[in-house]
């Protein structure tokens, strides 16, 4: 079972008929616990918040005896 879903290339969303929306809400019809992170490697955007959400992931492993 997934914990995150990372979607690449958001930058490029307006170019495609692809529906981020209905993929997320589809993913979370799996596991409505699911972590979801858009990002776009080329302009850098969403990328902290997915590099904060793995920092704290980590952490916590780290910290779990």
Do not use: Y
């Not at 929306?21 to 902290?48: K, M, W, Y």
């Amino acid at each position: 079972k997934a914990d995150v879903l990372v979607v690449n290339k958001i930058d490029l969303l307006g170019m495609s008929d692809f529906d981020l929306d209905r993929a997320v809400a589809h993913a979370r019809g799996i596991n409505p616990e699911l972590e979801c992170f858009p990002v776009s490697c080329r302009t850098g955007e969403g990328l902290q918040a997915l590099a904060a959400w793995i920092v704290a992931r980590a952490a916590k492993k780290r910290a779990t005896p």
